[in-house]
Nanobody, 121 residues
Framework: QVQLVESGGGLVQPGGSLRLSCAAS????????MGWYRQAPGKQRELVAA???????NYADSVRGRFTISRDGAKNTVYLQMNSLKPEDTAVYYC???????????????WGQGTQVTVSS
């Protein structure tokens, strides 16, 4: 079994910063992809940022230059540093990890429980 544990959400004023963390644990053979999605009320879930096992990153246009995704391979942990936060960044943020449980097993997606980020004065 694989578990993803997220932390770091909360309430912050516009212009402030938060750092999200997501740690994957369990019988993991390899991790291919780690990413952060968000879903605001009444909106579809969207990709915020992603990082591959090789270190390539991808960002939504709305967060590029403000958010930074990184990972610690030894800890199977992905981080999202969020700076210059705006009210429109308010959403539930979900961690997504694509991994293999065994060498010849297919890639599988796992999701964190979600953490609320609220940007408001």
């Amino acid at each position: 079994q694989v578990q993803l544990v997220e932390s770091g959400g909360g309430l912050v004023q516009p212009g402030g910063s938060l750092r999200l963390s997501c740690a994957a644990s369990g019988s993991i053979f390899s991790i291919n992809f780690m990413g952060w999605y968000r879903q605001a009320p009444g909106k579809q879930r969207e990709l915020v940022a992603a990082i591959t096992s090789g270190g390539s990153t991808n960002y939504a246009d709305s967060v590029r230059g403000r958010f930074t995704i990184s990972r610690d391979g030894a800890k199977n942990t992905v981080y999202l540093q969020m700076n210059s936060l705006k009210p429109e960044d308010t959403a539930v943020y979900y961690c997504n990890v694509r991994l293999k449980l065994l060498l010849l097993a297919p890639l599988r997606d796992y999701w964190g429980q979600g953490t609320q980020v609220t940007v408001s004065s």
